[in-house]
Each structure stands twice: as structure tokens, then as C-alpha cells.
């Protein structure tokens, strides 16, 4: 399959991964064929990238259908939880520490996930409950590759799933404008975490551990975060994997003010950032595990051929295996699999959107 930029689609292609919806629902189901109708309400929706079946990347997979249901049984919860905290106080958590168990149990025997497609899903109707999810299975890999128990594992989980559930208390006008904040309200939008604490220390099956991570997701390691501006080893270990997994989930999403960052470009901003605002042995973690290109995507190389990425190189993040099926006057050839780690003349300088 390839990711496409929704205004590259042709219609007449096969979506080839699923589309959640805010409550949980699946929108559109892999294998349906893609009409003008249908591009033109995921385009309202605000949706970016999808994956199209491709018969020249058909070794591309789509996720598990098992993931895909675990994921949107996250989103119907994290929905669920943050609905009832905005309209009351009465909310209860377990059936989101239930799916971050099951999510947890997968991930655990299921550990490519640098495979797990994080680019395509997200629509301005979702974007926050996918951003919470997006959040955690990132930061649940950190904690896979650091040697977490499950019990830590499930508390980390639970609090990157919930770590922006304050902004269920930022009055809407703020949380959805659509161009920048005034000082005022910048100040106001920087309470959610403080909001967050205060929201779970009401529940008692959440952990401080995890509650750690709503209250400093945003604390930096120089001290330039908030709310407390706290440096260093006075932030703790789980909140600082959700500051990474919280950043690089929204450098590389659309938002009502700005477009995403390509994964590549929010690549280097999380390694620029190492050691100052984020913790340069987590950033190391992620240097080796995640790559800059997303497989399927199209990305155009330095001796002017264009092809897709279909794998990864651990450790070597900017040196993926590209598969061309183009020559250099844009004909079909065999296609031709160029290892970027054994020719090292060859690079990537575009991705192709």
C-alpha cells in the first residue's frame, strides 16, 4: 500500500487502512474504492494522508486488524472520559485502563511498531482522542525498549492516553481558535495540565506515576517548560517519554493553524531539542527505533529518481530501503530495491506529497 496526501487521490483506488472516527467508529473500511464523494467529505473532515492499495507495494501491509480494533476501542474511550469530565464530574476509567492492558499485551509481542502508521489518521474531528492514543503507543515503545514491567508499562499508558484530559476545562472559544492566542489565553490553555492532575486525583486506580505524566508533559529539561517550570531529575521518568511522544505526535499533525511537519523535518526538531528541552537519553532511544520516512511514502533521491520507502534500517533513521518503479523519464520499470545504507552516495532530499 502507499500514503498518499488526500489531494493526490485518484478516484477509483482502494483505501487500504481504515478510517476511525472521533466516537470510536470505523468511518470507511479498508477495500472500499474511493469516489469523489468520498474524498470530498474526508477532505471536510480535515484528513491529510491515507493509505491506497498499491500493486507495487503490496509486501506494505496494512495494521493488524486486531491493532486497529484496539484503537478504536481507545478512541470510544478516551472519548467517552473526556465527554463525561466536561459535562460533569462523574467518570469512570475502567474500561480505558482495560484497553491500555489489551494495548500493552500487544504491543508487548508485537514490537515493529515503527511499522504502526501515525500520519494518516488524524481528522480535526479526532484529532485530540488520536493524539492521546498516538501519544501513548509511542511512549509505550520507549518503555518496551527501556525494559518496563507490565505494571509500568500500564501506568504509562494510561497517563500519555490521558495526558491532555485537563483541556476538557479550557473554554472551547480557546481550545479550538483558529489562530494564535492572545497572552491571556495562552496563559489560560497552559493550566490544562494542572487541570489534569486535579481531574485523576479523584480516581483512585490511577496511579501518581501515571498522574506524573498529565501534570508535567510539558516541563522541560532546561526548566522553559510549565506549569512549574521544573528541571532535570525533578521531572520523572515517565513524564519525560511523554514530553517526546507528546511532541512528535504534534509536530507532525495538522492543526486548525498550521499544517504538520513532515516526518522527516519533525525528526531533526526532536533531535535539535536533545538534551535541552528533552532528555538526550530518550532522544537516543528514539534515533535508533524511529525512522523519518513512513513506509509507502514517495520521496524523490539526489541522482533524480523518485521511488517509495518500503523498510527500515534501524539505527540509520535517514537511510531507508527505496523501492523504484520509475525510471529517470517517469516510465514503469521492474521495479529496482536500493538499500540506502549500502550506497551511500545515494540519499533522499524531497518527500513527494
Do not use: W
Not at 526532536?270 to 513512513?294: A, C, H, R, T, W
Amino acid at each position: 500500500m502507499r500514503l498518499v496526501r488526500l489531494s493526490r487521490v485518484i478516484p477509483g483506488e482502494e483505501l487500504a487502512q481504515s478510517i476511525i472516527s472521533s466516537e470510536g467508529n470505523i468511518l470507511l473500511n479498508a477495500g472500499v474504492k474511493l469516489n469523489e464523494r468520498f474524498i470530498k467529505r474526508l477532505e471536510i473532515m480535515g484528513l491529510n494522508y491515507i493509505y491506497v492499495k498499491d500493486s507495487n507495494l503490496e509486501d506494505i501491509e496494512p495494521e493488524d486488524s486486531k491493532f486497529v480494533q484496539l484503537k478504536a476501542e481507545a478512541i470510544k474511550s478516551i472519548s467517552n472520559v473526556f465527554s463525561k469530565v466536561q459535562s460533569s464530574n462523574n467518570f469512570k476509567v475502567k474500561e480505558t485502563i482495560n484497553v491500555v492492558e489489551d494495548m500493552v499485551d500487544y504491543l508487548t509481542c508485537n514490537r515493529e511498531i515503527t511499522s504502526i502508521h501515525l500520519t494518516e489518521l488524524k481528522t480535526y474531528d479526532n484529532y485530540t482522542f488520536m493524539h492521546c492514543l498516538n501519544s501513548a503507543v509511542i511512549g509505550l515503545y520507549f518503555g518496551l525498549e527501556k525494559g518496563f514491567t507490565k505494571n509500568m508499562l500500564v501506568d504509562l499508558g494510561i497517563g500519555t492516553i490521558l495526558h491532555d484530559i485537563g483541556k476538557m476545562r479550557i473554554p472551547h472559544n480557546i481550545l479550538n481558535k483558529d489562530g494564535k492566542l492572545t497572552d491571556e489565553e495562552f496563559q489560560e490553555m497552559k493550566r490544562h495540565p494542572e487541570y489534569g492532575y486535579e481531574i485523576l486525583q479523584k480516581v483512585d486506580r490511577i496511579s501518581e506515576r501515571a498522574k506524573s505524566i498529565v501534570l508535567q508533559h510539558h516541563e522541560r529539561i532546561d526548566g522553559t517548560g510549565y506549569p512549574y517550570a521544573v528541571k532535570g531529575d525533578k521531572i520523572s521518568a515517565y513524564a519525560k517519554i511523554a514530553c517526546i511522544s507528546d511532541v512528535y505526535d504534534a509536530l507532525i499533525s495538522d492543526r486548525v493553524y498550521r499544517k504538520g511537519f513532515p516526518a522527516n523535518e519533525a525528526y531533526e526538531i526532536i533531535m535539535m531539542n536533545s538534551g535541552k528541552l528533552l532528555d538526550e537519553e530518550l532522544v537516543k532511544i528514539f534515533q535508533k527505533n524511529f525512522s523519518m520516512y513512513p513506509l509507502g511514502i514517495e520521496v524523490m533521491l539526489n541522482n533524480g529518481l523518485k521511488g517509495f520507502v518500503i523498510g527500515h534500517n534501524k539505527g540509520f533513521p535517514d537511510r531507508p530501503i527505496v523501492r523504484l518503479v520509475t525510471n529517470g523519464s517517469g516510465e514503469k520499470i521492474s521495479p529496482v530495491e536500493v538499500d540506502l545504507l549500502k550506497y551511500l552516495n545515494i540519499s533522499i532530499t524531497d518527500i513527494i506529497a
